[in-house]
């Protein structure tokens, strides 16, 4: 997604980090471990989850003594990070612009088709406007390289439908030369379900 406000971005050596406002949206590579981002982010607290492919989503205070399982996470305590760890999934954060709230999910495919995205959405729109709203989607496997079978092809596609307001779902998908496989556009299904909520891409 775009933003609305001026970006400042920073190459440093373990990745890239997007200053928006008073938020700092860091993207590591793959030399990055959590010793460097707390490091680097010394002055904040990082909380972190243990992924399970789910849809699940705790207040980032929950984890404090302990790694909890889920894939989405989320405070109001403006001196934590929130951290995600994705390699062909969509890191997707959120933030308030009128607020300190924020949150992190790891979307995958299995994420998507249980709609973890719209489950933060939810929740954030009980606690702030929508005008406020801020989202940014990171680095993950684009269209042209997102392989699936026929189950999951109509797994995602139903949840595509239901998030689609009439648009057509046939062009999130192409054929693949194994007629057993297809091509699915992923970030298209979740940008989708942000303009379900009057959510616009350049939010």
Not at 75 to 85: N, Y
Not at 109 to 136: D, H, N, Y
Not at 153 to 172: F, W
Request: aromatic share 10%; glycine share 6%; hydrophobic share 40%.
């Amino acid at each position: 997604m775009s933003f609305v406000e001026k970006v400042v971005t920073r190459e440093l050596s373990l990745g890239r980090e997007h200053l928006v406002g008073k938020i700092a949206i860091f993207y590591g590579n793959q030399h990055s471990t959590f010793v460097d981002l707390e490091a680097l982010y010394s002055s904040y607290a990082l909380s972190r989850i243990k992924q399970v492919h789910g849809s699940k989503i705790i207040q980032a205070e929950l984890s404090n003594q302990q790694i909890l399982e889920a894939d989405g996470h989320w405070t109001t305590d403006s001196t934590k990070a929130l951290a995600i760890v994705t390699a062909d999934c969509l890191p997707v954060f959120f933030w308030s612009t009128t607020s300190d709230l924020m949150g992190a999910t790891h979307a995958g495919w299995r994420g998507v088709e249980q709609e973890i995205v719209p489950k933060m959405i939810e929740l954030f729109i009980t606690k702030c406007s929508v005008q406020s709203f801020r989202a940014s989607i990171g680095p993950h496997i684009l269209f042209s390289d997102f392989e699936v079978g026929p189950g999951v092809k109509d797994a995602l596609l139903k949840i595509a439908e239901k998030y689609s307001q009439g648009k057509s779902t046939d062009v999130l998908i192409r054929p693949h030369k194994d007629s057993q496989k297809y091509y699915i556009n992923l970030t298209e299904i979740v940008l989708r379900q942000f303009e379900f909520f009057n959510i616009n891409r350049n939010q």
